[in-house]
């Protein structure tokens, strides 16, 4: 029996960069989410996430932000190996993988929404007024969820 999840989170991605649909597509529908360049957001995937928190994948920076897909972590936090490849876009000059900077998770695809759940209509519920992704001048690409707020936004859909 699968045990319930211990966490939940929103990350974002650019869908020009890596969207929902990407995910689906790739084999076994998992992915490694590398090339975090946040501290804060960096600490959740090294410390706080683990294996079975589900995910809401949102798709920022687009015409239409919101809400997507879900996914779940199935590998925990471990060394972002973008930061070590000079030609790749993520590379750090100042990581060093003795002692890594930078962090990723492996994340598996669990499901596409049947509508995106804006962002115009997620700062509409008075519900979700404590929401990080909702309050003004929030840049984190991963943030914590609760689970009142993550069964709320479900029921959106």
Partial sequence: MKKPPQNYWLMKSEPDSFSIADLSKRLHQTEHWDGVRNYQARNMMRDDMKVGDQIFFYHSNCDVPGIVG?????????????????????????SDAANPRW????????????????????????????LALVRR???????????QHWDFILALE
């Avoid at 972002?80 to 590379?91: C, E, I, L, R, V």
């Fill in 137 to 147: 001048g929030n840049r984190l690409s991963i943030m914590p969820i609760s689970q």
């Fill in 103 to 130: 962090i990723m998770v492996d994340v598996k695809y669990v499901k596409t929404l049947s509508r995106t759940i804006t962002l115009r209509e997620l700062k509409a519920k008075t519900e979700l007024t404590d």
């Fill in 70 to 94: 879900i996914m779940e972590v199935v590998k925990e936090g471990y060394p972002d190996f973008s930061a070590f490849d000079p030609d790749d876009h993520h590379f750090d000059p100042k």
